[in-house]
């Protein structure tokens, strides 16, 4: 049977579609991935997105009808310094102007269909390093290099 996704997870599936597109053009194997699931079973450089925190705000005094701001949460998994600098200024530079939001249709977790809808606007982007306090050595090889890019996004549309 088919499944339709709903807003969050069509931000998700084509914020994923967008970076795994570039990181293939440019680059040679990249992982990118939905949330933390998988992170620590495969080979770095990882990217993990996940949407966090969703907030609607009215469209109109009044009314029922919203508009939708998320904030979406890249983590990036590497094998340096250099690497994890060059991954988020690399990501920064292609997804600042905004990337196509599509509507995904799913069977049996192929992606059967994906209609565009619009764009997915970023209104604010925020590289920061992850740094446990703790000496490199002591940490997994996906915990030593990593950063974190906080997204503020929004299609700009009302929901009814």
């Known amino acids: 049977m088919a499944t339709t996704y709903r807003q969050t997870r069509n ?22 991935e939905k949330g933390f699931a998988r992170v620590y079973d495969i080979d770095l450089p990882v990217v993990a997105v996940r949407v966090n925190t969703t907030s609607h705000d009215k469209a109109e005094l009044g009314g029922d009808s919203t508009v939708r701001e998320v904030q979406v949460l890249i983590d990036v998994f590497c094998t340096s310094d ?7 200024d690399y990501i920064v530079s292609k997804i ?17 269909s994906k209609t ?27 915990d030593r290099y990593r950063a974190l890019i906080t997204l503020s996004a929004s299609r700009g549309k009302i929901e009814n």
Do not use: M
Not at 11 to 32: G, K, P
Not at 82 to 88: L, M, N, T, V, Y
Not at 96 to 112: E, H, L, R, S, T
Not at 117 to 136: A, H, M, N, Q, Y
């Open 96 to 112: 600042k102007a905004g990337i196509p939001y599509y509507n995904y249709v799913i069977n049996n977790g192929v992606v059967q």
């Open 116 to 142: 565009q809808d619009g764009r997915l606007r970023f209104t604010s982007i925020e590289v920061s390093p992850i740094d446990f306090d703790t000496e490199k050595s002591k940490l997994s090889l996906h």
């Open 11 to 32: 931000i998700e599936a084509s914020l994923i579609d967008f970076l795994t597109t570039h990181f293939d053009e440019d680059w040679s194997n990249v992982n990118v």
């Open 82 to 88: 250099g690497q994890k600098e060059d991954f988020c």
